[in-house]
């Protein structure tokens, strides 16, 4: 008999509906995938933070057991899949196991299949090759997608640096990008010698650096799927970056904006059609599913420069996959999730990207990912649990009920509130404090924090209190982020 072709929206949906192999979700929390659980039958999220104090049906958290210090996400999941409780629950629930992460390497790749399982992304070495900011200039080359005026060099000094920008006719007003890395810790700002000194350990010896013209730009995100159909593309995001109530990193991603007028039509269409040019020569390097990119869009000119890529689901995914078009069709990450089961399916994805550029089918939103901004170290007593909380008239906020479902907020005055840390935990400088979701906009026309935003912000930080640490204690921050 021969095997049915899923030819519409519709039929998709029923599909992950009926679904009856395990599909595991594991990493840190599950902040990156919100509501996926909804969407496809037998998927589990398998966290190392339990946000929800056990009261989320679809989160397994595994007791606390002895590891050795984590150096990146990947080594959370990688103590994941070898703790004996979730290992016992994969086997209890039977079935194929299907994996997807945040991060990975190839020794999760291996415990996977120890598992008996698949991990549905592309292979971590190629994962590797396309995150390298170096790489992602010469795909988007390819692609014709182009990048701010840029040099790619190894750098030894400040006087060969200047030399490269000369040759290369960019100014000595630059940007500085090493090959991997957070942006907020690996993006240095360099005017001076002064400055280069600063960062001189962080640039020299590190292989090739993209050396950028700096430009005067906001930051957006915009997320596709590069599937045997061709590349479907979600809506362009704005990015809120380094806002010191939010982060304590210079150039730091502190969370998005989904909403309609975001951006002038014709720059919301240029980053649509050259996130489609850049998801196709991604096929023909052999990547596809999920990723996101970062475009640079100049303020005087509207160009618009390819700034990087994350050949994964980001902290951008959950505004992608919760935005009105998700609901009306499907989010985003299913058809990641379709084109990895191996199932036979016929889209017209011309029309399904059109639909999905018509400012109806997306309705206002942002999020805020709050970290302790202090240059301070203690221990928490109290943290604000996970779900909705209210903002009175004279501006304080309070929790009103649990919950975890971001449409649960009703209106600008509630917000869902994702805790991160909670008592017990360290709070350093930089910490993941948690995330908060709310309809409307977090910024102004002039891309600064609104008021609001401002009050809901200081509403949740002052939710938190700590005690001192022991004099003796010292504690290391953690140089990963975990969202």
Same mark, same amino acid.
């Given at each position: 008999m021969p095997t049915k072709v899923l030819k519409n929206i519709s039929e998709i949906r029923r599909y992950f509906h009926r679904n009856e192999d395990p599909i595991y979700f594991v990493s840190a929390t599950n902040f990156n995938l919100l509501g996926l659980d909804e969407w496809a039958k037998n998927f589990k999220y398998i966290c190392y933070i339990d946000c929800y104090d056990g009261r989320h049906p679809n989160v397994f958290c595994p007791s606390d057991a002895p590891h050795a210090e984590f150096q990146s996400i990947e080594d959370i999941n990688n103590y994941l899949l070898q703790h004996k409780e979730v290992i016992d629950l994969i086997k209890r629930r039977g079935g194929?196991?299907?994996? +997807? /992460?945040?991060? /990975?390497?190839?020794?999760?790749?291996? %415990?996977?299949?120890? %598992?008996g399982g698949e991990v549905w992304f592309p292979k971590a070495k190629l994962r590797t090759r396309c995150d390298n900011k170096i790489e992602t200039v010469r795909i988007g080359n390819k692609a014709g997608v182009p990048s701010v005026p840029n040099a790619l060099s190894e750098i030894k000094d400040y006087d060969q640096l200047r030399s490269v920008c &000369?040759?290369?006719?960019?100014?000595? &007003? %630059? +940007? %500085?990008? =090493?090959? /991997?890395? &957070? =942006?907020?810790h690996t993006t240095f700002f360099i005017k001076s010698e002064a400055d280069f000194r600063r960062h001189e350990h962080e640039i020299v010896g590190e292989g090739e650096i993209k050396v950028m013209k700096r430009i005067d730009c906001r930051g957006s995100a915009i997320e596709a799927c590069a599937t045997s159909q061709g590349t479907i593309v979600g809506p362009l995001m704005t990015e809120l970056v380094g806002f010191k109530d939010l982060t304590p990193y210079r150039g730091g991603w502190c969370g998005n904006e989904i909403f309609a007028t975001a951006f002038p039509p014709k720059t919301r269409q240029r980053a649509r059609d050259l996130t489609f040019k850049f998801g196709e020569q991604l096929r023909k390097e052999g990547y596809r599913g999920y990723f996101e990119l970062d475009f640079l869009i100049e303020k005087k000119s509207g160009e618009i420069w390819l700034g990087e890529i994350n050949p994964r689901i980001t902290g951008a995914s959950s505004m992608t996959n919760h935005a009105a078009f998700a609901h009306a069709d499907a989010p985003l990450f299913l058809f990641h999730l379709l084109e990895f089961s191996k199932k036979q399916f016929k889209l017209d994805i011309d029309e399904l990207n059109a639909r999905w550029a018509d400012p109806d089918m997306i309705d206002s939103w942002s999020q805020m990912v709050i970290k302790h901004t202090d240059d301070s170290v203690d221990i928490l007593t109290q943290a604000p649990e996970t779900g909705i909380y209210r903002m009175r008239e004279d501006g304080s906020v309070v929790f009103d009920r649990f919950d975890y479902h971001r449409r649960a907020v009703e209106s600008e005055k509630e917000a869902f509130f994702l805790r991160i840390l909670k008592p017990g935990d360290y709070r350093y400088e930089g910490a993941d404090l948690g995330i908060l979701v709310t309809r409307g906009r977090s910024m102004t026309q002039g891309f600064q924090l609104n008021e609001r935003a401002k009050k809901w912000i200081h509403g949740i930080k002052s939710s938190f209190s700590a005690r001192p640490l022991p004099t003796a204690a010292v504690l290391a921050e953690p140089a990963f982020k975990i969202l």
């Open positions: 194929k196991p299907r994996f +997807v /992460f945040l991060m /990975f390497d190839e020794e999760t790749e291996r %415990l996977a299949k120890e %598992l &000369d040759k290369a006719g960019i100014g000595h &007003d %630059l +940007v %500085l990008q =090493s090959a /991997f890395g &957070d =942006s907020g």
